[in-house]
């Protein structure tokens, strides 16, 4: 069974920075892709990056870039989230996600709070 494990999430002040982290368990080399969504309070869950398990390719929401950065770690099998510059409609709960042969799995998700 899929396992995931985020933390990292918190109150920050606009321009601020924090790094997310995703610890992954029970997943086999038939992983696609891993990476995070977001949802925020009346809005639909949004894809805001991913990275390929296996050649590190990554992918980003345009409204993210240039402020995100995905990363991994294989040997901790985690993932990493570092956001930059972050902006109050950064707001979400952010989930980690694996897809893998059998669909996505999820983890419980971590607040973060952009605000002053």
Not at 29 to 52: M, N
């Amino acid at each position: 069974q899929v396992q995931l494990v985020e933390s990292g999430g918190g109150l920050v002040q606009p321009g601020g920075s924090l790094r997310l982290s995703c610890a992954a368990s029970g997943f086999t080399l038939d992983s696609y892709s891993i990476g995070w969504f977001r949802q925020a309070p009346g809005k639909e869950r949004e894809g805001v990056t991913c990275i390929s398990p296996s050649d590190g390719r990554t992918s980003y929401a345009d409204s993210v870039k240039g402020r995100f950065t995905i990363s991994r770690d294989n040997a901790k099998n985690t993932v990493y989230l570092q956001m930059n510059s972050l902006k109050p409609e950064d707001t979400a709960v952010y989930y980690c996600y694996l897809e893998d042969n059998r669909g996505h799995h999820w983890g419980q998700g971590t607040q973060v709070t952009v605000s002053s």
